[in-house]
């Protein structure tokens, strides 16, 4: 059973960067595709990017090009670094975690393990 811990959210001004972790613990991440989804207020969670376990790396098309995700196995971190930030990546950022060896990576149910998330807030 693992456990997903996020951290280092926070405000930042339009155009400013933030790097968030997700500590991982009750297992090696090594075997899981470890993805960032996030939820604006009055949304539905929407996919931010994933990480998979055999090293394919996705991005939403909002996010492609700013947002870098990545993962240190031995510590058993993944980070999403997030650069010019706009007003609408406003959400709660949530980590999360998966075993499915499929493709569709941007779909909230492969993923069995999440973080209870993280505030990011971006002001203009």
């Known amino acids: 059973q693992l456990q997903l811990v996020e951290s280092g959210g926070g405000l930042a001004q339009a155009g400013g960067s933030l790097t968030l972790s997700c500590a991982v613990s009750?297992?090696?991440?090594?075997?899981?595709?470890v993805a960032w989804f996030r939820q604006a207020p009055g949304k539905d969670r929407e996919f931010v990017a994933s990480?998979?376990?055999?090293?394919?790396?996705t991005y939403a098309d909002s996010v492609k090009g700013r947002y870098t995700i990545s993962r240190d196995n031995a510590k058993n971190i993944a980070y999403l670094q997030m650069n010019a930030l706009k007003p609408e990546d406003t959400a709660v950022y949530h980590c999360a975690a998966s075993t499915s060896s499929r493709s569709d990576f941007y779909v909230e149910g492969r993923y069995i393990f999440w973080g209870t998330g993280t505030q990011v807030t971006v002001s203009a």
């Open positions: 990480s998979s376990w055999w090293e394919v790396i």
């Open positions: 009750g297992g090696s991440i090594f075997s899981y595709t």
